[in-house]
């Protein structure tokens, strides 16, 4: 068994492809790696708006920071351009789910689709690794490759890995996954590195600071309809389109008398439901059902993807908690879980990550369906 921690010795005579986004913690990867003696050729994924001057994307500094850096480690950096990929994958994934009244997880497939997709069919095939900035790890168990959570568990990002393939975490590195964030600015800091105070984007994976409901907006316009108490059939307002919308949300609903919470979407008639929401049948669920489980444990030829547990911990959204709750299984890759308690917010396109009981080993994700 081997840990999460990256051996350097194993790898030093690998080809590796290092994704750097411009952050802090790709540039750390590269100071790591680096510092312990290897050269990794250097990948920028540029993925704009359709139109430059749409969106104040951060992508220009992003890739000035990727270029300091490369320049200043002596490492060679080149630009990949996955937009096309993007738009009409990832764009589209994420605008079908929505018109379905459904919540996307565009990061989530941005990981497999582009990062670990379009760019390996572009020119990531010619490399033994790929590495990432990702708080999360890997270990290799009894001839399997898992993906693990990473130590700092705020940080944890194996929720968006969740999607990935195994043949696509067989070459993924995380080699920060054993750090805390903390950590990460403190080497930035004492490196002096370019954008060791920077701070993390808040947008849509690639597209900087890009708000959701802007991107939503742009491909789907508005779509007014009526806004409807749930107890009572009282319209108390209208909203702009069921897509700006997610069960179990609370904030930014601006109508008087509050607080409200979306409770139900009526796609075919466009209503969206809400109630003051502590009613525990609407707002809150503790079973439910998820399809289209996807494994990401890599497994070489003749070695079975591990059965999934009956006792698991498992998220619906990126948070550092970990909810416990047995799993039942109900036909090929589909599963009802039950949750110890109530949850809130469990909405149908939203992907329920599941682990092992103390949340260590990460086994993939499914798509919940009520």
Request: aromatic share 12%; charged share 25%.
């Amino acid at each position: 068994m081997s840990t999460g921690m990256i051996n350097y010795d194993e790898i030093k005579d690998k080809r590796i492809a290092l994704l750097l986004s411009g952050g802090v913690d790709s540039s750390v990867v590269l100071y790591e790696m680096v510092s312990h003696g290897l050269h990794p050729d250097c990948f920028y994924i540029m993925i704009g708006p359709e139109e430059k001057e749409e969106w104040d994307c951060t992508s220009e500094e992003d890739l000035e920071m990727a270029t300091a850096l490369t320049n200043r480690f002596g490492c060679q950096l080149k630009v990949i351009d996955c937009h096309k990929e993007y738009w009409s994958q990832v764009t589209r994934y994420t605008m079908d789910k929505v018109k379905a009244g459904f919540t996307p997880n565009p990061d989530v497939m941005c990981n497999r689709l582009i990062k670990f997709g379009a760019f390996d069919e572009k020119i990531g095939h010619d490399y033994d690794l790929i590495a990432t900035g990702h708080y999360a790890q890997t270990e290799w168990i009894e001839g399997r490759k898992w993906l693990t959570t990473s130590t700092d568990p705020v940080k944890d990002q194996t929720d968006f890995l969740a999607q990935i393939y195994g043949w696509q975490l067989r070459k993924a590195i995380f080699p920060i996954g054993h750090f805390e964030k903390n950590e990460v600015r403190e080497i930035a800091e004492r490196e002096h590195l370019i954008n060791a105070k920077r701070r993390d984007s808040q947008g849509i994976c690639f597209l900087g600071n890009i708000d959701y409901n802007e991107y939503v907006r742009r491909y789907l316009g508005e779509s007014v309809g009526d806004v409807i108490e749930l107890e009572t059939g009282k319209k108390i307002g209208e909203h702009k389109g069921l897509w700006f919308h997610t069960i179990g949300q609370r904030k930014g609903l601006g109508f008087g008398g509050g607080p409200w919470f979306v409770v139900k979407k009526d796609v075919e008639h466009n209503i969206l439901y809400v109630s003051h929401g502590y009613d525990p049948e609407t707002a809150y669920k503790q079973d439910f059902n998820i399809h289209d489980f996807h494994a990401t444990t890599y497994c070489p030829e003749g070695i079975a993807l591990p059965e999934l547990p009956e006792r698991i911990t498992f998220k619906i959204r990126h948070t550092p908690e970990y909810l416990p709750a047995a799993l039942e299984r109900t036909g090929e890759n589909t599963y009802v879980i039950h949750a110890d308690c109530k949850i809130h917010g469990v909405a149908p396109g939203q992907f329920c990550v599941v682990y092992d009981a103390h949340h260590h080993y990460c086994y993939g994700s499914g798509e919940i369906t009520l």
